[in-house]
């Protein structure tokens, strides 16, 4: 990329988009107006240099990280612009608005939102044709998965040029072909989410015993063969045919509450964060952080020695990086 990547907005997602642009060897410039954003932008870099170091890559050339004052001066002249400010459109419209005022007319703009439509963003910007929405996950340092979703007056070509930023800086793009709310990883995680929510509310379980059962049982298998490919192995001989035809009458059984939400009263905010604290109030946010990147490492690793799911992506990295 010749010229440099500008990332607006440095919370959670900001930050870590603007080291994992800096570690493939491309010059960064953020804006951000919280007062602390210098360190938290230091201290999420240097989690993400562990992260790499966990993974066995090796950093000849780092791109630099410049905090900037204004929008204007993180996108002038950027070949790539990374909107990733708070989940509201009232506060990403006029943010997006300044952006394309004031950036090249034909720079792609990509908004990191979570689950807003972009056609939704997208009417009162200048050039509107080029912005699309980039979701990441967390961390985008380490995390591969990149959603490219293009509004209705997006361009195809945008959409292509936003996909091969993503694979330069060595991700999975995918292209979610039909805009649609929340677009594809956060609905299914909505839905696991309001069955976990049920779960507590009805007390069958806590916080920790349902991150148990994920993280000691399906998560593996999901981390590395995904949903349908695991529930083919489970078909036995006969695929995911005899799968479907095998489990399909489950679906008319009320197992689950998924078209419905326990109401989100204090006394289970309270519940969900006591249970929360006890399970991991003794690690910091940092050191949660750390815990997180060296388990996710050591996972993509394993995967890259079988030239498996993930893996393949953090071998094309390693190969990217020389």
């Not at 594809?184 to 976990?196: K, M, P, Q, S």
Request: one cysteine or more; hydrophobic letters at 45%; charged letters at 20%.
């Amino acid at each position: 990329m010749e010229s440099h990547v500008a990332i607006v907005g440095a919370g959670v997602i900001g930050s870590a988009w603007a080291a994992r642009f800096a570690l493939h060897g491309i010059d960064v410039k953020v804006t951000d107006p919280a007062p602390d954003v210098d360190r938290i932008i230091g201290e999420v870099l240097t989690n993400a240099r562990a992260a790499w170091t966990h993974l066995g890559l090796v950093v000849a050339d780092e791109g630099t990280i410049s905090v900037v004052g204004s929008i204007e001066d993180a996108v002038a002249g950027a070949g790539h612009v990374q909107e990733s400010a708070p989940e509201n459109p009232a506060v990403k419209i006029p943010i997006l608005e300044a952006i394309a005022a004031a950036c090249p007319p034909d720079t792609v703009i990509a908004s990191s939102t979570s689950g807003i439509k972009p056609s939704d963003l997208q009417p009162t910007i200048d050039n509107p044709g080029r912005l699309v929405v980039g979701h990441p996950y967390n961390p985008v340092y380490l995390l591969p998965l990149v959603e490219v979703v293009g509004g209705a007056a997006t361009d195809d070509a945008a959409v292509q040029r936003a996909m091969a930023t993503y694979t330069e800086i060595s991700m999975k793009p995918v292209h979610v072909r039909v805009e649609i709310d929340a677009f594809i990883g956060d609905r299914l995680l909505e839905a696991v989410w309001r069955e976990a929510l049920w779960l507590v509310n009805d007390g069958v379980a806590t916080t920790e015993e349902i991150d148990d059962v994920i993280r000691y049982g399906f998560g593996l298998r999901w981390a590395q063969m995904g949903l349908f490919e695991t529930y083919r192995i489970a078909g036995g001989e006969g695929g995911m045919a005899h799968f479907i035809r095998q489990f399909g009458p489950c679906l008319q059984w009320p197992w689950t509450k998924l078209v419905d939400v326990p109401e989100l009263t204090e006394e289970l905010v309270q519940t969900i964060a006591e249970q929360s604290d006890v399970q991991s109030g003794h690690h910091d946010l940092r050191e949660l952080e750390r815990i997180r990147d060296t388990n996710v490492a050591a996972i993509l690793r394993a995967l890259e020695a079988n030239d498996w799911g993930a893996g393949r992506t953090l071998k094309e990295q390693r190969e990217r990086l020389g």
